[in-house]
């Protein structure tokens, strides 16, 4: 299935722009869908499709944090997750990308780094999400040497 979408996105950037894009939304939406059905492995092959045809794309490296933080690989979650807060154009991606990065390092048991990305979060989190934030932030800080 990946060769397929991948061939899909080659051909769509040779024939048009418009094309490409409507490629490109195909693969972030099988992508998504794939996240929410918890096919990890699924998500984590066609993330790189994404992130090769634009290195910036938060959204597409959230997608790659989330896969690997779903197949349990902290590292490749780190690295994602910083990498998307790091360019993330919207308060929700930094939100995300923050709260990823604060999971990937508590699952390293890097508490003191899990707790500089949750004070991260805080500053971006909607609302509603403000509670959890403080207590995952609570939580760690108990974790703490």
């Given at each position: 299935?990946?060769?397929?979408l991948?061939?899909?996105?080659i051909?769509a950037?040779?024939?048009?722009?418009?094309?490409?894009?409507?490629?490109?939304?195909?693969?972030?939406?099988?992508?998504?869908?794939?996240?929410?059905?918890?096919?990890?492995?699924?998500?984590?092959?066609?993330?790189?499709l994404?992130?090769?045809?634009?290195?910036?794309?938060?959204?597409?490296?959230?997608?790659r944090?989330?896969?690997?933080?779903?197949?349990?690989?902290?590292?490749?979650?780190s690295?994602?997750?910083?990498?998307?807060?790091r360019?993330?154009?919207?308060?929700f991606?930094?939100?995300?990308?923050?709260?990823l990065?604060?999971?990937?390092?508590?699952?390293?048991?890097?508490?003191?780094?899990?707790?500089?990305?949750?004070?991260?979060?805080?500053?971006?989190?909607?609302?509603?999400?403000?509670?959890a934030?403080?207590?995952?932030?609570?939580?760690?800080?108990?974790?703490t040497?």
């Amino acid at each position: 299935m990946p060769k397929f979408l991948f061939a899909l996105l080659i051909a769509a950037l040779i024939t048009s722009p418009l094309a490409a894009q409507e490629a490109k939304a195909d693969l972030r939406t099988s992508a998504r869908e794939a996240l929410q059905d918890g096919d990890f492995a699924r998500a984590d092959a066609l993330s790189p499709l994404l992130i090769h045809a634009r290195p910036d794309d938060a959204d597409a490296l959230l997608i790659r944090a989330a896969a690997a933080r779903g197949m349990g690989r902290p590292e490749d979650w780190s690295e994602a997750s910083v990498t998307a807060y790091r360019v993330a154009d919207t308060d929700f991606q930094r939100f995300d990308a923050a709260m990823l990065a604060a999971q990937a390092a508590a699952a390293r048991e890097q508490f003191m780094r899990a707790q500089v990305w949750l004070r991260r979060a805080d500053q971006y989190a909607p609302a509603a999400a403000r509670n959890a934030v403080a207590l995952a932030y609570r939580q760690v800080a108990a974790r703490t040497p």
